[in-house]
T-cell receptor, first 113, second 112 residues
Framework: KAGVTQTPRYLIKTRGQQVTLSCSPI?????VSWYQQTPGQGLQFLFE???????NKGNFPGRFSGRQFSNSRSEMNVSTLELGDSALYLC????????????FGPGTRLTVL | GNSVTQMEGPVTLSEEAFLTINCTYT??????LFWYVQYPGEGLQLLLK?????DKGSNKGFEATYRKETTSFHLEKGSVQVSDSAVYFC???????????FGGGTRLMVKP
């Protein structure tokens, strides 16, 4: 079974631009979550989608948004990029039970110049 | 809210040494607990998990026991290898099953 895939793997943007990251979950997984990983703040939860609905959201500004499509693929968007948005963005999917495991993709490395 | 605290690294060991990485948590209810490992330039890989009190998760020689009374989930391995060098994250799942809370990560360096 194919794992979680994320595209692109690397991105370089400049301040003020916007960016869209994509995530394809494991087949059959309907829940997709996004996390931001930085050296200073560690791993932080951004949001989670299930059946095209955002069910949970972390403490990030409104510049960070996402959506999920009917095939469970998800995108996240960051508008008006800031230097501090430079991070590894990780996507994870699971089937949606409390004890189920979230499986992570390789991440998208975003650098904001 | 939920929180996870794990020992700060780096932890430097010689090959075949015994490994312990401490992890304690604060949460309501009975969360599932996880250890993930991250190798350089990669995402997170599940190492092991436990879903209820006294469960022991194990994989590739690593073990961790869910201790409700001490709210702990310490990671252990009897004999580490150079290939175990990585960053290890302890995490718990919220009751809704849709959000992981992570510890700060512990970098392990194993020397030949």
């Amino acid at each position: 079974k194919a794992g979680v895939t994320q595209t692109p793997r690397y991105l370089i943007k400049t301040r003020g631009q916007q960016v869209t990251l994509s995530c394809s979950p494991i087949s059959g997984h309907r829940s997709v979550s996004w996390y931001q990983q930085t050296p200073g703040q560690g791993l932080q939860f951004l949001f989670e989608y299930f059946s095209e609905t955002q069910r949970n959201k972390g403490n990030f500004p409104g510049r960070f948004s996402g959506r999920q499509f009917s095939n469970s693929r998800s995108e996240m968007n960051v508008s008006t990029l800031e230097l501090g948005d430079s991070a590894l963005y990780l996507c994870a999917s699971n089937r949606d039970t409390r004890t189920d495991t979230q499986y992570f993709g390789p991440g998208t490395r975003l650098t904001v110049l | 809210g939920n929180s996870v605290t794990q020992m700060e690294g780096p932890v430097t060991l010689s090959e075949e040494a015994f490994l312990t990485i401490n992890c304690t948590y604060t949460a309501t209810g009975y969360p599932s607990l996880f250890w993930y490992v991250q190798y350089p330039g990669e995402g997170l890989q599940l190492l092991l998990k436990a879903t209820k009190a006294d469960d022991k998760g194990s994989n590739k020689g690593f073990e961790a026991t869910y201790r409700k009374e001490t709210t702990s989930f310490h990671l252990e391995k009897g004999s580490v290898q150079v290939s175990d060098s990585a960053v290890y994250f302890c995490a718990l799942m919220n009751n809704a099953g849709n959000m992981l809370t992570f510890g700060g990560g512990t970098r392990l360096m194993v020397k030949p």
